[in-house]
């Protein structure tokens, strides 16, 4: 099991990548090593943790990430708040503006009731999503695109992305991949971690390789 003298030693070296057969696994820290750093949890500080899952399946690949990661993070006395958009009432953004991209939408659902308070006194924000035509599920880029009523109040923090497909593909991952660092760039957010597991189109794959493991070291070490 790795400690945290030994992960912080993991995330200063850069990117590290490994794919396993049958489902293939990649954890990519951050490329700045000085921001790798400043994003590993110093000893004795505890971080809120807003999760966000985009999947439509409560037992399916992604959920599993989910619940490994908080397991992981909770363990260590983090504090985390889930979200799972799927079962949630939620609706897209109107682009009307009214919220003045500082103030309550006019969409009174969970995503502005329950959701954003815990989003705005976030440390760090994990998204987490099954690969739906190489892109994100609309149920997580539904809560997304809401960011826009608290644009500059959800910017410079702290995030993840977790997600699994069924393609195995070396490219399998690219577009959301990119997005992500979009998204990332424009939020002023600090990337402290990627884990992406390919050829993981059902819940027995995923189960049987090391990736819940993997879920669950990221969420301790974070």
Same mark, same amino acid.
């Given at each position: 099991?790795?400690?945290?003298?030994?992960?912080?030693?993991?995330?200063?070296?850069?990117?590290?990548?490994?794919?396993?057969?049958? %489902?293939?696994?990649?954890?990519?820290?951050?490329?700045?090593?000085?921001?790798?750093?400043?994003?590993?949890?110093?000893?004795?500080?505890?971080?809120?943790?807003?999760?966000?899952?985009?999947?439509?399946?409560?037992?399916?690949?992604?959920?599993?990430?989910?619940?490994?990661?908080? @397991?992981?993070?909770?363990?260590?006395?983090?504090? &985390?708040?889930?979200?799972?958009?799927?079962? @949630?009432?939620?609706?897209?953004?109107?682009?009307?503006?009214? %919220?003045?991209?500082?103030?309550? %939408?006019?969409?009174?659902?969970?995503?502005?009731?329950?959701?954003?308070?815990?989003?705005?006194?976030?440390?760090?924000?994990?998204? +987490?999503?099954?690969?739906?035509?190489?892109?994100?599920?609309?149920?997580?880029?539904?809560? +997304?695109?809401?960011?826009?009523?608290?644009?500059?109040?959800?910017?410079?923090?702290?995030?993840?992305?977790?997600?699994?497909?069924?393609?195995?593909?070396?490219?399998?991952?690219?577009?959301? &991949?990119?997005?992500?660092?979009?998204?990332?760039?424009?939020?002023?957010?600090?990337? +402290?971690?990627? &884990?992406?597991?390919?050829? %993981?189109?059902?819940?027995?794959?995923?189960?049987?390789?090391?990736?819940?493991?993997?879920?669950?070291?990221?969420? &301790?070490?974070?």
């Amino acid at each position: 099991m790795m400690n945290r003298r030994e992960f912080i030693k993991f995330s200063g070296a850069g990117i590290f990548t490994l794919f396993l057969s049958g %489902c293939g696994l990649s954890m990519l820290p951050g490329e700045n090593t000085d921001n790798a750093k400043a994003a590993t949890n110093i000893e004795g500080e505890n971080m809120k943790i807003v999760v966000i899952t985009g999947s439509p399946h409560r037992n399916g690949t992604s959920a599993l990430l989910a619940d490994r990661f908080i @397991e992981g993070a909770q363990s260590v006395g983090h504090t &985390v708040y889930r979200f799972n958009a799927a079962f @949630e009432d939620t609706h897209p953004c109107l682009g009307c503006n009214r %919220c003045g991209r500082d103030g309550a %939408c006019i969409q009174g659902d969970t995503i502005e009731k329950d959701l954003m308070p815990h989003l705005l006194e976030a440390d760090l924000i994990v998204l +987490i999503t099954p690969l739906y035509y190489y892109g994100m599920s609309t149920q997580i880029k539904t809560v +997304i695109d809401r960011f826009y009523a608290r644009i500059e109040k959800l910017q410079n923090k702290k995030s993840i992305l977790m997600a699994t497909a069924w393609n195995s593909a070396d490219w399998t991952m690219s577009s959301l &991949v990119k997005h992500y660092e979009s998204l990332v760039q424009y939020m002023k957010w600090q990337d +402290i971690g990627k &884990v992406l597991a390919i050829g %993981c189109g059902y819940r027995s794959a995923i189960e049987r390789s090391d990736f819940p493991n993997q879920a669950y070291q990221m969420g &301790v070490n974070i």
